[in-house]
């Protein structure tokens, strides 16, 4: 159940594949590790004829390289790209009476290397054809605010900075400084990666953290991209789950552009989860995870029914057009 995706690429999908070229500096360490990621349809609502469901696939990047990728499932997925956001996607449409209880599981070796940022004393404003080209990464985004009410806040934030570099770095302390990392139970909301949410709360996971740190960046006139994937524990030589075992959930990261330097990538709630990490994760992202998406607002291939996805990471799936909940597990072995 293979297809051609026909769609034509637009300006937009142009401006962001082409950000690539300019990609952030290769680190020195390494990891070599077995990522599994399952989804499971448990229920199918009665009635229902037809059951869609999606995934992310993880791709090459200057960062990471991708091998042995395979599905375990029922029949091959139709596999494609987001024209707009470069994220590739597997694809089931299925059977609603052959759904329920359906479980499939991609598996592929990751080799990922750190990312460490280039002199940011060369960098500089940006030219017009890198505003052109760049202009997808200074834009809202649903939960994401940008100029409007949000200057203010956005000008406090920076304190008067005034080059690009000084602008992202203040930025980046503002945030770590502002945002409390945690999943406050009596604080239903945060993990939306919203920028208002973030301001008035000030406590939430990765998505707060970096949806504050476009929002100021992008304000400002940065650039600023939004990388999801699956976080690594730390290695250590005597805790053995730090090489193997289940993984929790999602982790995501950001990144600025500036001119004359690139992509400058940042962890900002690491840094707030590690205080001691957060001038290596300014300019900095170690090899301790996997990259799968980018961006906010997605559309899936094929497209949903529903609404663009606020971000996509976890699998997604409707029963004739309407969504329907997906068990989710994820796994990984380091390998020699």
Known sequence: MRYAMLAAVTLAAVTLMGAEDLDTPLGKTTRKFEFKYTATIKEVPEGAKTVDLWIPVPQDSKHQKITDLKFDAPEQPALGTDPTQNNKIAHWKLDAAKAKGLSVTLSF????????????????????????????????NKLVLVGGEFVATADGAVKGAKTPAEV???????TV???????PADKPGWGKGSTQWACDAKVGNCTD???????????????????????LPYPAADKPETAAGAVGGYHCWAAYYLGGVGWVPVD???AGKYPEKKDYFFG?????????????????????????????????????????????????????
């Open 268 to 270: 900002a709630s690491e």
């Open 177 to 183: 400084g502002t945002v409390k990392y945690g999943k």
């Open 284 to 336: 900095n992202i170690d090899a301790n995870r996997v990259q799968f998406t980018s961006g906010r607002d997605v559309n899936l291939v094929p497209k949903q029914a529903g609404d663009p996805l606020n971000y996509f990471i976890y699998p997604y799936a409707e029963a004739d057009g309407k969504s329907i909940a997906v068990d989710k597990a994820f796994a990984f072995k380091d390998l020699k």
């Open 109 to 140: 070796v990751c080799e990922r290397t750190e990312a460490s940022a280039g002199d940011l004393s060369k960098a500089r404003e940006l030219n017009d054809e890198e505003k052109k080209r760049f202009d997808a990464y200074l834009k809202a």
């Open 168 to 174: 992202a770095k203040a930025a980046y302390d503002f």
């Open 209 to 231: 953290f970096h949806a504050l740190i476009m929002s100021i960046g992008r304000t400002k006139g940065v650039p600023v991209k939004f990388e999801m994937g699956f976080p």
